[in-house]
């Protein structure tokens, strides 16, 4: 079983629908992160958070909201959703205080188109 | 999966044959560097990390150059294979962001 799992993988929405992306992980990891990825550009951070009652600012977090509801979830809402987020979403997780690395373990993505 | 390399830099490289990824980083303050490997329809996985203590750190088939004064790393791929064919990320932090940045990306393709 995949140790970062999100739902749904594709999803086509309307402008002015509210969404939801789960995300959903097995590592054990206390980080939880949210980006989104468009054609020719990196990752950028929308979210993230430390622990359950830690959730800070990406990037670019307008549009956006999140929600860690447990050590291994963590969901981001687009509260009306506009063509301009139209992107690949990816979750990640990582284990800074263990490992000593950063690094981070990405989930499939989550396609999301909006009409 | 296939979108996320448009628009990228594009290395076309002999199946068999090394490859070069560069990759110009922004902060000098950064101390920690990722590479990840995308491939199409799938999210980015770790290939190989190098803290700045270091310029060099090899893992299998793949080494990774830092260089610090001009604050450049880059990723070298002995034998390039097909499965290589992927966007690749160079990413930064340093220690106490807590965050990474990500670079654009660079598309790789091998020809059989």
């Known amino acids: 079983d995949a140790d970062v799992t999100q739902t749904p993988r594709n999803r086509i929405t309307k402008t002015g629908k509210r969404i939801m992306l789960e995300c959903s992980q097995t590592?054990?990891?206390?980080?939880m992160y949210w980006y989104r990825q468009d054609p020719g550009l990196g990752l950028r951070l929308i979210y993230y958070s430390f622990d359950v009652k830690d959730i800070n600012k990406g990037e670019i977090s307008d549009g956006y909201s999140v929600s860690r509801q447990a050590q291994a979830k963590f969901s981001l809402s687009l509260e009306s959703a506009i063509p301009n987020q139209t992107a690949l979403y990816f979750c990640?997780?990582?284990?800074?205080?263990?490992?000593?690395?950063?690094?981070?373990?990405f989930g499939p993505g989550t396609r999301l188109t909006v009409l | 999966g296939e979108s996320v390399g448009l628009h990228l830099p594009t290395l076309s490289v002999q199946e068999g044959d090394n490859s070069i990824i560069n990759c110009a980083y922004s902060?000098?303050?950064?101390?920690?560097f990722i590479w990840y490997k995308q491939e199409s329809g799938k999210g980015p996985q770790f290939i190989i990390d190098?803290?700045?203590?270091?310029d060099k750190r090899q893992g299998q088939r793949v080494t990774v150059l830092l260089n610090k004064t001009v604050k450049h790393l880059s990723l070298q791929i002995a034998a390039t294979q097909p499965g290589d064919s992927a966007v690749y990320f160079c990413a930064e932090t340093y220690y106490g962001n807590n965050r990474l940045a990500f670079g654009k990306g660079n598309q790789v393709v091998v020809i059989p």
């Open positions: 990640a997780t990582s284990d800074w205080g263990t490992s000593g690395s950063d690094e981070q373990f």
């Open positions: 190098i803290r700045s203590n270091m």
């Open positions: 590592k054990g990891h206390d980080r």
């Open positions: 902060n000098s303050a950064s101390d920690y």
